[in-house]
């Protein structure tokens, strides 16, 4: 049987286009999927694209059919590539859900939820292993299980803080950006579906989800981080609101310095971690189409997930392949909408705002991609207010969009007058693992915050990358390491007008010869 490419070659096409006159029956049949017009009484002529011919290339290989119905060889791969092409989108989608689960596990390790709270009194630094965390103020991080009923958070002053359910979706705020505005207060965690009385006197905060998790920053005074770390010690509570006279107290455990995991894994075991959680919480804020996805590889609320061998086989390679998608998404980014200027390689972090959406369309990429690359949304991370919350524009590659490397010496220019009401600081993470870069610093990171910092005469800085520290630039440098590709966040605390209208303009990562 010849296929279009073969009547192209064999130029039978052309003799006829050059002739004027329309291809014989066969080759019509090839070029249009359609078959040739039987001699029949009732018969229809067909238009192209209706009918399949009996035999197909693709990227599957061949297919056969007799007309129309394909042979059982055919279905086999069909099939098997069905399941594979929804596993890997399941995956995408489910890469939210699971690393919350992650960040879950790895805390509930440490003690149980309501009554144990892992704070990190002097940053988080490279012994922990959590997507893209933060070192410039210290962390309060904890997990509520709410099926015991709606629990009171009491919260410290001057924190900045947020929830999200494990579904990783946007419950509240908590803090300065938060409806007690940084003076502390208490908030009411209802659990999902509940109807009962809701007394006044507090926050209200209404999860999809029993397991949901709250974390907060407090601030350095004077370079010190002990004076927040003892007001969040000191007021912090949380207690189930039929305990309220007679709370628990609280196992605040120090994390600073601590080998530590919160990032899950990426292969067969995912699709383990996503049916527990679809089947110990409430799926009703799931769209349709996405439970659809997990149903259609076995995961589905109060059915067993017992996938045959064949089905396991697709199901770890769909993860090993989902997760190679998710970096080829984020660290190779097509498309301008992800880009904060047009000229240079300085990537958003949220493209189509914390929700990822744009004109009631679910931005797949923007969405996967996030969320395999970072922790926590709240629309005070994409906050456009002059002076108030932060931005984070993102690096992958160099000047040349080549791959950020290791062993590499590189410098980052940023201009003079940074548009900061507080601070500034360029953090270091591994492509790999997506956490701080882990080498001899503690701290892999430069920021407005160390007093040592050296500031050029124009007021600009120059940051530097690579194994070892540039002459009397220690201060302004962060170590990478031979054989690790790596990527960095700009945080600029308080933004200012000149970063929205883009008049400050940082640099492209340059690479040193």
Known sequence: MWTKRDLLRSGALTAAVAAGTKPGPVIAQMLTGAPAAPNLKYSTPMPSGVAIPDNLETRLGKLNFFGGFPDQASVDKLYDNLDFQRAVQAYLLALPVVNQVGNRDGILAVGPANTTVPIWETMVDARTVELTANNNTPYTWFWLDLRGGPIVVEAPPNVLGLMNDIWYKWVGDIGLVGPDKGQGGKYLVLPPGYEGNVPSGYFILRPGSYHTW???????????PKPGVDLVKKHTKIYRYADAANPPKLNFVDMSSKPFNMVAPADYPFWELLNKVVQDE?????????????????????????????????????????????????????????????????????????????????????????????TGVTPAMDSRSIGEGSQYLAMFVDAKNNVLDGGK????????????????????????????????????????????????????????????????????????????????????YGPLQAFFDKTWRPGDIELQS
């Open 214 to 224: 709250i974390a907060w920053r407090s601030f350095l005074v004077g370079g010190d």
């Open 409 to 492: 010496d590189y410098k980052l220019h940023l201009p003079p007058n940074i548009p900061i009401k507080n601070f500034w600081s360029v953090i270091v993470y591994d492509n790999q693992t997506r956490s701080m870069l882990q080498t001899d610093q503690q701290f892999p990171s430069v920021s407005s915050q160390n007093k040592k910092l050296k500031i050029n005469a124009d007021g600009s800085v120059d940051v530097y990358f690579g194994p070892k520290a540039p002459v009397g630039q220690e201060d302004n440098w962060a170590q990478t390491v031979p054989g690790a590709s790596w990527n960095i966040l700009l945080r600029l």
């Open 282 to 374: 409430p799926t009703d804020e799931i769209d349709a189409t996405t439970l659809g996805f997990w149903a259609s590889v076995g995961i589905m609320k109060g059915k067993p997930f017992a996938p045959d061998e064949r089905m396991k086989k697709i199901l770890a390679e769909a993860a090993i392949v989902g997760d190679a998608t998710a970096r080829a998404i984020m660290y190779r980014w097509r498309g301008a909408d992800g880009y904060w200027y047009s000229d240079r390689n300085w990537r958003l972090g949220f493209v189509g705002g914390y929700k990822f959406e744009e004109k009631g369309a679910r931005l797949l990429n923007a969405y996967s991609g996030f969320f395999f690359y970072a």
